[in-house]
Each structure stands twice: as C-alpha cells, then as structure tokens.
C-alpha cells in the first residue's frame, strides 16, 4: 500500500515562492517516476510537472515552465515542487502522484498514475 502526503501549500502574494512536498510511504519511490498535478476551482485536474525515477528527465506545463522545479530526493523518500513567481492563475489544489510504469520516463498523462495523495491548497493572492 502506497501513501503520499503532500505538505507545503499555503496563502502567498502574487510573486511569491512556496515549496511542496510530497512524502511516500509504503515503497521506495526510487523505482518509481512521480509527479505533480493541479485542480482549480471548476476546472479539471491538470498536469504541472513530472519527473523519471532519478529527476534526469521532467517535463513540465507551458504555464508553469521556468518558474516551477521538480526535484526528488529518493533517500528521503520525498518529491518536491519549488514554485516562484507565482501568479492568482496558480491557485488550486495541488496532488502529488506515482506511476507503476517504466521508471525511466516522465509521464504527462494523469491516466498513467495509480497512486494520489490527497493533496495540499495553494491560494495566490493578488
């Protein structure tokens, strides 16, 4: 059985940073690609950014490039998104992820995921 347990959300200004986390729990997410997804109010479930077992290789959403990180820290067990520059259009909740498919890639697809935590609010103010 395979936990997630993303931390980190909050209330932040226009311009500002928050750092996710995302602790596994039950496997070791070494073997693993994980990544982060997003849901606005009234709005599907979207990807923001993914990465393969090792973080060398991510793929992140045109809205997010440049100003979100994806990084992993497989010892600790934890996935992390590092967000700045954030902007109102950022606030959603935010769902960290893990897929059973080959570890060597970095899926975008939210189908490919088997695994959710229950995720974390993230609130841009203007």
């Known amino acids: 059985q395979v936990q997630l347990v993303e931390s980190g959300g909050g209330l932040v200004q226009a311009g500002g940073s928050l750092r996710l986390s995302c602790l596994a729990s039950?496997?070791?997410?070494?073997?693993?690609?994980m990544g982060w997804f997003r849901q606005a109010p009234e709005k599907e479930r979207e990807f923001v950014a993914v990465?393969?077992?090792?973080?060398?290789?991510?793929s992140y959403a045109d809205a997010v490039k440049g100003r979100f990180t994806i990084s992993r820290d497989n010892a600790k067990n934890t996935v992390y998104l590092q967000m700045d520059s954030l902007k109102p259009e950022d606030t959603a909740v935010y769902y960290c992820?893990?897929?059973?498919?080959?570890?060597?890639?970095?899926?975008?697809?939210?189908?490919?995921?088997?695994?959710w935590g229950q995720g974390t609010q993230v609130t841009v103010s203007s």
């Open positions: 039950g496997r070791a997410i070494s073997r693993y690609a």
């Open positions: 990465t393969n077992w090792s973080g060398g290789s991510t």
């Open positions: 992820a893990l897929t059973n498919r080959d570890a060597n890639y970095a899926y975008t697809a939210q189908s490919h995921y088997t695994y």
